[in-house]
């Protein structure tokens, strides 16, 4: 079945270093892919999304490109604040007509002053 | 426009008891998915609806139910509960079913003792 395979955290970082989250996925056909984010307590948020090859999803200044020759999808940005600090969560749609995700396990990102 | 609603917020249950759990998507969204999360398990896909039918259904035993209502509201339902059914429950809303992006709520926090 499909899976999404993440790096695993915590991933600890000082404010205005670059951040890299691994994300790779296996898939028939050709799935959308996400990256969600949940701060404490809440639920999940959209941060991008990409729903073809070579597609480049980016938003506050977080991106990641839909690889289909590595399927991989990693998020990065170039410079965290400590209000980045979350769990972060890459997931695949698993195709048209259906509306389920599949996630991966979640990465936490901690950003320290 | 409002986000995706879900109540009640926080819920605690004894095993053997039942619980509904209520969801309101943004408004005009016709589709609502809902997600089980665990530490253990991580997030996993429950159901999904869409005009009132369901279209999809997760790997979860019969107790877990569902149904939504001509004006897209959905409850999912839980019977004889389990101390494993202690999770954050979400719910999710997208405009059409066409593998359309998911928006989240804040979840149902449910505990059972």
Partial sequence: GNSVTQMEGPVTLSEEAFLTINCTYTATGYPSLFWYVQYPGEGLQLLLKATKADDKGSNKGFEATYRKETTSFHLEKGSVQVSDSAVYFCALSEGTGFQKLVFGTGTRLLVSP | ?113
């Fill in chain 2, 1 to 113: 426009k409002a986000g995706v609603t879900q109540t009640p917020r926080y819920l605690i249950k004894t095993r053997g008891q039942q619980v509904t759990l209520s969801c309101s998507p943004i408004s005009g969204h016709r589709s609502v998915s809902w997600y089980q999360q665990t530490p253990g398990q991580g997030l996993q896909f429950l159901f999904e609806y869409f005009s009132e039918t369901q279209r999809n259904k997760g790997n979860f035993p019969g107790r877990f139910s569902g149904r939504q209502f001509s004006n897209s509201r959905s409850e999912m339902n839980v019977s004889t509960l389990e101390l494993g059914d202690s999770a954050l429950y979400l719910c999710a809303s997208s405009l059409d079913a066409g593998g359309e992006t998911q928006y989240f709520g804040p979840g149902t926090r449910l505990l059972v003792l």
